[in-house]
């Protein structure tokens, strides 16, 4: 049976399943090649024929890996996605310096998706300071992209600017089925359907915590299907939602290469007790919180602009997936649109509207300084 592929864009087949080279095995800092080619073989012998890269991933090292263990297939087999660090960009000339280099280490002519990576409101207004959208439109007439999109790890309001400041080709953003209620990714995936625009998912497994997730969310998985692991039964929960051509997994072993490839050869839609088991996981996920906030927004709104509910979410999220890194950016990202915890004043005015008696005005300063420093 042939790995799941989708029509879109009108004239392209893409497997539903995508390799994000970002998680390679490494030795000393560096792409453990032997084992990581095998897995890159493997899967595009298995019918993947999208490959998602960075930059900036595996320092800086995974553009070239994958332009080189690529580069012995016929360049109509496969396509590439990756993506400008505008945060490197200093001047408009430096755009299209990177993008040049992008398509040496790539070793190709054109890159099939190209984006702006991990944007957010500074970024965004960073890019089009350097012109960088102007210039990539000029690569787009030159033939040398193909499709035009950003990723994004940022809030909602920001997020909905910029849907409708551009006519995107597609757009990458984090949803699997705890993200999907617990932070409110549902609210990014409708506005993406609403515009069809088409809606490439990453961190399908929560960056690995869904493969293993807490013993009674695999307890109920396995009452259903013992044969399926947790981070089957999380690609299978993606592949059910509409306007998802690509699922990106981040393989690094070549056991998660043979377990999506035989997941992805199944494209069933989820049962009515399939949903209700996913619906039992996340109320057990969601028990796992160390601020119990609700998100009711009694407390808001803040008169000095701080987004109370917001930064309880980064912190919670951080408690339950362990992510640091996207803990601090977040909360960076939150300071620079001024709605982070340095903001209040301790007037007082939300705790008594909270109705489970959290400290507010004490528990934003423990969160600032926690959420600063929690990656180095």
């Known amino acids: 049976m042939e790995l799941t592929k989708v029509k879109h864009w009108?004239?392209?087949?893409?497997?539903?399943?995508?390799?994000?080279?970002?998680?390679?095995?490494?030795?000393?800092?560096?792409?453990?090649?032997?084992p990581s080619e095998a897995m890159v073989d493997a899967a595009f012998k298995g019918g993947v024929n999208y490959f998602d890269t960075a930059y900036i991933y595996l320092n800086q090292e995974s553009e070239s890996f994958m332009g080189e263990v690529l580069s012995k297939y016929p360049r109509d087999s496969f396509y590439i996605a990756t993506k400008l660090p505008i945060w490197l960009a200093n001047q408009e000339k430096d755009v299209i310096k990177i993008f040049e280099e992008q398509l040496n280490r790539l070793r190709v002519e054109m890159i099939d998706f190209y984006m702006l990576?991990?944007?957010?409101?500074?970024?965004?207004?960073?890019?089009?300071?350097?012109?960088?959208?102007?210039?990539?439109l000029e690569e787009k007439k030159k033939g040398r992209i193909k499709f035009l999109g950003f990723s994004y790890h940022g809030d909602l309001e920001t997020f909905k600017g910029l849907v409708d400041e551009f006519d995107w080709d597609f757009v990458q953003i984090q949803i699997n089925y705890a993200d999907y209620e617990m932070i409110g990714a549902k609210a990014y995936f409708d506005i993406l359907a609403e515009k069809k625009i088409p809606c490439i998912v990453m961190e399908p497994v929560r960056g690995g915590f869904l493969a293993d997730p807490p013993p009674r969310v695999s307890e109920l998985m396995?009452?259903?299907d013992s044969k399926l692991s947790p981070a089957a039964w999380a690609m299978r929960w993606c592949m059910d939602l509409d306007n998802t051509p690509?699922?990106?997994?981040?393989?690094?072993?070549?056991?998660?290469?043979?377990?999506?490839l035989e997941t992805f050869k199944v494209p069933k839609k989820l049962s009515s007790g399939e949903k209700e088991m996913f619906a039992s996981a996340v109320d057990v996920l969601k028990s796992v919180k160390s601020v119990p906030c609700t998100a009711c927004n009694y407390c808001m709104d803040c008169p000095y602009g701080v987004d109370i509910p917001g930064i309880?979410?980064?912190?919670?999220?951080?408690?339950?997936?362990?992510?640091n890194f996207r803990a601090n950016a977040d909360y960076k990202d939150f300071l620079e649109l001024k709605k982070a915890g340095d903001k209040c004043i301790n007037c007082g005015?939300?705790?008594?509207?909270?109705?489970?008696?959290?400290?507010?005005?004490?528990?934003?300063?423990?969160?600032h300084e926690f959420l600063l420093k929690v990656y180095p």
């Open 246 to 260: 690509v699922i990106l997994s981040g393989m690094s072993h070549m056991d998660q290469v043979e377990d999506n």
């Open 312 to 323: 309880f979410s980064i912190y919670n999220i951080q408690q339950l997936f362990g992510n």
């Open 222 to 224: 396995t009452a259903l």
């Open 349 to 367: 005015q939300c705790a008594p509207l909270c109705p489970q008696d959290i400290d507010i005005p004490n528990k934003l300063t423990e969160l």
């Open 10 to 34: 009108g004239c392209i087949s893409v497997s539903r399943l995508g390799y994000g080279a970002m998680r390679f095995p490494t030795i000393d800092g560096k792409i453990d090649r032997e």
């Open 117 to 136: 990576h991990a944007l957010n409101g500074g970024r965004w207004n960073a890019a089009k300071k350097l012109r960088a959208m102007e210039q990539l």
